[in-house]
């Protein structure tokens, strides 16, 4: 971690000096310099809010079609303070033959009373020891909805198409060994 703030410092070190030099030793207006110290001035902002997401804060993007989870914590919303709820779940990446891989990422969800009752029976099942495999779903099929080109899925409004993005999760079963043989 240390070696990617070293190394986003001395970038922009290299670029405040490259900026320098340009401002200072060469024959442009000073519009054109002032709109190079504008635009490097905007590049710092946005690589410094892109940076967020090595610094370990939650993703925000969309969960991974499958996936191991590590751990869940609920923050449930809050009308006094007027603060959102969220469910944060640690996950890692599961391979074709469903063993997990890579470092735990964190993701933020939207808080909802249905993903909140899943996280949560996930949770407790975490603290008993089980290990967990988990699904990406996008909400409950409705039956009374037909035709070929009608939704099949029950959306909210103000949501997408596809329906509510949820999640669901799966015991992983403990693994099969071989007999053992006799030598």
Avoid at 65 to 79: T, Y
Avoid at 99 to 123: D, F
Wanted: proline letters at 5%.
């Amino acid at each position: 971690m240390l070696e990617e703030r070293l190394l986003l410092i001395l970038s922009y070190l290299l670029i405040a000096s490259l900026l320098m030099i340009f401002c200072f030793f060469t024959s442009f207006t000073r519009k054109v310099k002032l709109a190079g110290i504008l635009f490097v001035t905007l590049f710092y902002f946005v690589s410094w809010n892109n940076y967020i997401n090595i610094l370990g804060w939650p993703s925000t993007e969309e969960l991974p079609d499958r996936f191991r989870i590590s751990w869940v914590v609920i923050q449930e919303p809050s009308k006094g303070d007027n603060k959102e709820g969220g469910l944060y779940l640690w996950l890692r990446h599961l391979n074709e033959v469903n063993i997990p891989y890579g470092m735990p990422r964190s993701y933020k969800l939207v808080w909802n009373e249905e993903n909140h009752k899943i996280a949560q029976s996930a949770l407790h099942k975490l603290e008993e020891g089980e290990k967990l495999n988990g699904t990406k779903t996008y909400g409950v099929i409705d039956k009374d909805n037909e035709g070929n080109k009608a939704n099949q899925y029950e959306a909210q409004e103000g949501e997408l198409q596809e329906g509510r993005p949820s999640f669901e999760f799966v015991e992983v079963l403990p693994p099969e060994l071989p007999a053992k043989k006799k030598i």
